[in-house]
């Protein structure tokens, strides 16, 4: 479950710091990728160095990079859209307060109020702290907000009384986060399948016909898809691009022909399909045996058409959502939705290439989701991760009516 989870580990200043090291460690060997920020009062209890040794990264304190001489600081932004899940652990009665009342004043806090991700807290502190009403409205609101609560156990605490307080033990922290995540995850049970990338289609031994698709759009779905618990096929042609999510099975292909061989073998088990591939629409009639010399001054090569991958699998639809990509340079959301009628798909994503920072290579895109009952729903620009699970969320939308 948490295997390349990216988690934002959040410590604050309580005696049960010192449990953090466990805890880093069983995130670590779960897969997990961990980026730590502490309060200062934190680095009273556990050491930084402990930590960034064990994490495997540099672990923060203060918005102004600590280093001599430095102009630069620790990116809260940054650091709170780059994890997938934030854990504050332990979270004092302090910093409880400060989340529940949108007190910003270290960098802890800044993280907290810039993540978008799922925000799970363990409190610890006293018996007396932990029932005060004062605390117990703050646990109430972060729940409010959506924060999740991996509530205090009892036993001894280390005033020496004994009772409630106690920060649950790392391993029942890990357990909870994945549960957590799971019963986050909307797709579970779901099958999606994914062509991403190009083709190429050979001419000679070594030659053959391509595109300049990187793949990236169709890796990020794969990724957002299993963020949401489906399992994923992801038929890539050849790209640099690589992923390893234990939810994810990626199919590397050449040709259009062994693309659409590979996403039909998969097309009866899947509930969503997405062609994101860039498929070249023609090949060369002959693959010749030996390389093409260079002869005359002109050379003629036959093409002849490609199947046409989304359109095929469309044709044999049994309850499958079938969503295609279009890139139009003019007249883009009729165009759209004319694909969509003639392939038979129930949406399309719509990318104008009049949009700077939108379609091939680059790590942004803008989209458009345009569905079969023409309602057209337009988003900003974004990375193309966060373009991934806005479509993702459009086609759940429907899916899920
Ligand atoms: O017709 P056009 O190539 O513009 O359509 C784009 C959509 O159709 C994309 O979803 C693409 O993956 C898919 N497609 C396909 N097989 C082809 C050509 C396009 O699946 N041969």
Known sequence: MLASKRILLGITGGIAAYKTTFLTRLLIKAGAEVRIVMTESAGDFVSPLTLATLSRNPVHTAFIREEEGTT???NHVELGLWADLMLIAPATANTLSKM???????????CYFSAKCPVFFAPAMDLDMYRHPATRESIEK???FG???IPAASGELASGLEGEGRMAEPEEIVRQLEQGLLARMPWKGKHVLITAGPTYEPIDPVRFLGNHSSGKMGFELARAAAERGAKVTLVTGPTGE???HPLVICIRV????????AARSHFGAADVVIGAAAVSDYRPAEIRDQKIKKAAEELELKLVRNPDIIRTLAGEREHQ?????ALETENEAANALEKLRRKN???IVLNSLRDSGAGFGGDTNKVSFVDKNSQITPFELKSKAEAARDILHEIDKRISK
């Open 72 to 74: 630069d600081w620790n």
């Open 100 to 110: 529940a009342s949108g007190t910003c004043d270290n960098l802890l806090l800044g």
């Open 142 to 144: 972060l729940q409010g």
């Open 147 to 149: 924060n999740i609560l």
């Open 242 to 244: 690589e992923i390893a």
């Open 254 to 261: 050449r040709t259009a022909r062994e693309m659409l061989d």
């Open 321 to 325: 959502y079938i969503v295609g990509f």
């Open 345 to 347: 798909l129930d949406a």
